[in-house]
């Protein structure tokens, strides 16, 4: 579905990503586990079109996306959650699910998806009229993928959805993650934390420093040394 090859991204003198190749196959949770500053966040933006490429080629069911605008790349299926959710605060849970729709016309699909989303996370359907600035940081983490599935994408990009959440929140939420990926949406997981990330993929891959240093089956990631020691504090 997704092939990433030999990816190149700088910010100025800084080299963010080294010759990334990565892919994500149809129906899959891949997830890509790395230390803070390692290039995960870059990696997605990149993919949804926010940072074009200088060099490496972003092939996107049989066709290269590097370089397409942002709004085209949400068109062709791909909905990026960003890292700290960026809700709009001032509007409210039902606004920021219409604004997740707003390059689709089919208002028949669209209706539809407000149920699907309702019914994945019925704390958002409790609190639809509510401004989305005053709710709980789970719950917006919830909007924010509720938005996102709004926009009915075939490849979902999650930037770190466990970040400063609850230990029994981040459990719920990647109980809805697997739940989306079972109902036919394919998942680019980024994650600082390995261990929920690992628990969820079908395959991994980890980054350091703007490389990939190991891929593989999650399973086989999760009992390698490397990610024993850096990842999982010995366990
Ligand atoms: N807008 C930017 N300008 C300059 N450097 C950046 C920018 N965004 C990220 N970086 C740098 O690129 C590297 C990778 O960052 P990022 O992709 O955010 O990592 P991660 O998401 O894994 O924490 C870091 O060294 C970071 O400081
Ligand atoms: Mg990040």
């Known amino acids: 579905m997704l092939q990433i090859d030999q990816l190149d ?41 926010l940072i074009k490429p200088k060099k490496g080629d972003i092939q996107y069911l049989g066709s290269s ?9 949400v068109k062709v299926g791909i909905s990026h959650v960003p890292e700290g959710r960026r809700v709009f605060a001032n509007m409210s849970v039902e606004e920021n699910l219409e604004l997740g729709a707003y390059l689709r016309k089919d208002r028949e699909g669209i209706r539809q998806d407000f149920k699907k989303v309702y019914d994945l996370f ?9 401004l989305s600035g005053t709710l709980s940081g789970g719950e917006q983490q919830m ?7 709004m926009a009915k994408p075939k490849l979902l990009l999650l930037d770190e959805p466990s970040m400063g959440l609850a230990p ?12 989306i990926n079972k109902e036919g949406t394919t ?6 934390n390995a261990n929920i990330a690992l628990s969820v993929a079908n395959r991994a891959y980890v980054l350091e420093t703007g490389h990939v240093v190991l891929s593989g089956a999650a399973q086989e990631v999760r009992e390698s040394e490397l990610v024993k020691e850096a990842y999982l504090g010995g366990h």
């Not at 010759?19 to 990149?46: D, P, Q, Y």
């Not at 909007?143 to 996102?148: D, F, Q």
């Not at 929140?169 to 990647?174: C, D, G, L």
Request: no cysteine; net charge positive.
């Open 122 to 130: 019925p704390r958002l359907f409790e609190r639809k009229k509510q």
């Open 65 to 73: 996306i590097a370089g397409k605008p942002a709004q085209g790349i």
């Open 168 to 179: 029994i929140i981040v459990k719920s939420i990647f109980e809805i993650i697997e739940e």
């Open 143 to 149: 909007l924010a993928i509720g938005r996102a599935i």
């Open 9 to 49: 991204i700088y910010y100025g003198m800084i080299h963010a990503l080294k010759e990334v190749s990565l892919e994500v196959h149809e129906g899959e949770i891949v997830s890509l586990i790395g230390a803070n500053g390692a290039g995960k966040s870059t990696l997605l933006k990149t993919i949804s079109g």
């Open 187 to 192: 998942i680019l997981l980024v994650e600082q």
